[in-house]
Each structure stands twice: as C-alpha cells, then as structure tokens.
C-alpha cells in the first residue's frame, strides 16, 4: 500500500528556533516529492523535489530528499510568528498523475 | 490573473440534497483534481480528470460525482449516498504530466 508519513504531528517552539520537519515514503513508481504549506485555508506550493541530495532553497526554508532511505525533510531556521502552519508533503506517483499526501506537520510558533 | 476559483465558501446541504461545488481554473491546465480534507487527516484524492470529457475515481469517489466539458471548469457534485459530507474541500489544476499542483482556496461544506 502506497503511503507518506509526516513526524512529528505538530510541534510548538519558540520564534528564532529552528526546525526539521521530516517525510518518509513508500510509494511505487515515485516522481516527485512535494512540500506545502497550508495556513488558513488552500495548501500554497513550496518545493518539489525530484533527485536526491540536492538541496532546494528559498529564504529560511531549506528542503532535500533521499530517494535511497525514502524520505524528506523541510528546514525552517530563525522561525517566525508567520511560519505557523501545517506543513503538508506529497508524494507525486508516476502512474495516472495521482498524489498520496501526508496527515501534515502542525507547526506553532511562540513569539 | 491566472488562478483557480472556487464557489461557495462555504456550503450547507440538508439531508437527502444533492450540492454541487464549482471549480474554474484559467491556467490552461490539463489536469483537474478534487481533495478532501477532514480534521487530522492529509488530504485525499476524491477523482480527477486529466483531459476533457474524462475522469477517473480517486480513492473516495462514492457518493459523489464529477463532469468536464470544459477544460477551465470542473464541478463537483457531493450526492445524498454520500453519507459524511462534512469536510473542507479542495479542488486543484496541473500540466497534463503531473507536474505541480495548484489549489483553489476550499469550499467548507457543512450539514444541516
């Protein structure tokens, strides 16, 4: 059974923090790897990972996959107020264009 | 500017109705999907369509049903079989290859 798993379920820390967001797989015909942020309504789009060990960067988020061990992680560093938010990954199947996505990480962040 | 709608935001069905959630997208994406998405739980593919006039069940397609006669529009109808509509919804457009997904901002259905 195709499935992503996201740890920890929700996590608070405090602004300035930093954090690890972590996605594990187990998918046949794997594509691609998704990250999203969901706040208060739709999921918005952050990274999509294809090769491993590449980082992708954009301000304080960091992402990197490894296609060997089947997982993910999502970096925030100097975490902020606005970084609050569900974290949802994804898993893009190369078989009838479907995607698994995870339960999502429920990140709080103290001022 | 380019995106996808989607209508109502919010949404109350009684018991035995039939609703229908619109969603539009002017991206000239190929490839359709509707989510949903229930407390505590990722979200999960209900159908999609990757062309016009065709469609395929995700993983929850009972109790509900889908068209595409237009590339830009693909409605959602949650029927009366379905018998735990109440949910967030979510509808989202890529390339015809899978590439990235993009969301609408979700219909809240509720039951009266």
């Known amino acids: 059974e195709d499935k992503v798993v996201q740890s920890p379920l929700s996590l608070v820390v405090h602004e300035g923090d930093t954090v690890t967001l972590n996605c594990s797989y187990e998918?046949?015909?794997?594509?691609?790897l998704l990250w999203y942020k969901q706040e208060k309504k739709a999921p918005t789009f952050l990274f999509m990972l294809t090769s491993s060990g590449i980082e992708k960067k954009s301000g304080r988020l960091s992402s990197i996959l490894d296609k060997k061990e089947l997982f993910s992680i999502l970096n925030i560093t100097a975490t902020q107020t606005g970084d609050s938010a569900v974290y949802l990954c994804?898993?893009?199947?190369?078989?009838?264009?479907?995607?698994?996505f995870g339960k999502g990480t429920r990140l709080h962040i103290l001022p | 500017d380019g995106g996808i709608t989607q209508s109502p935001k919010y949404l109350f069905r009684k018991e035995g109705q039939n609703v229908t959630l619109s969603c539009e997208q002017n991206?000239?994406?190929?490839?359709m999907y509707w989510y949903r998405q229930d407390p505590g739980q990722g979200l999960r593919l209900i159908y999609y369509s990757q062309i016009v006039n065709d469609f395929q069940k995700g993983d929850i397609a009972e109790g509900y049903s889908v068209s595409r006669e237009k590339k830009e529009s693909f409605p959602l109808t949650v029927t009366s079989a379905q018998k735990n509509p109440t949910a967030f919804y979510l509808c989202?457009?890529?390339?015809?290859?899978?590439?990235?997904?993009?969301f609408g901002p979700g219909t809240r259905l509720l039951v009266l």
């Open positions: 994804a898993v893009d199947m190369n078989r009838d264009d479907k995607i698994i």
């Open positions: 989202a457009s890529s390339n015809q290859r899978g590439e990235t997904q993009y």
């Open positions: 998918v046949t015909n794997f594509r691609s």
């Open positions: 991206l000239n994406h190929d490839a």
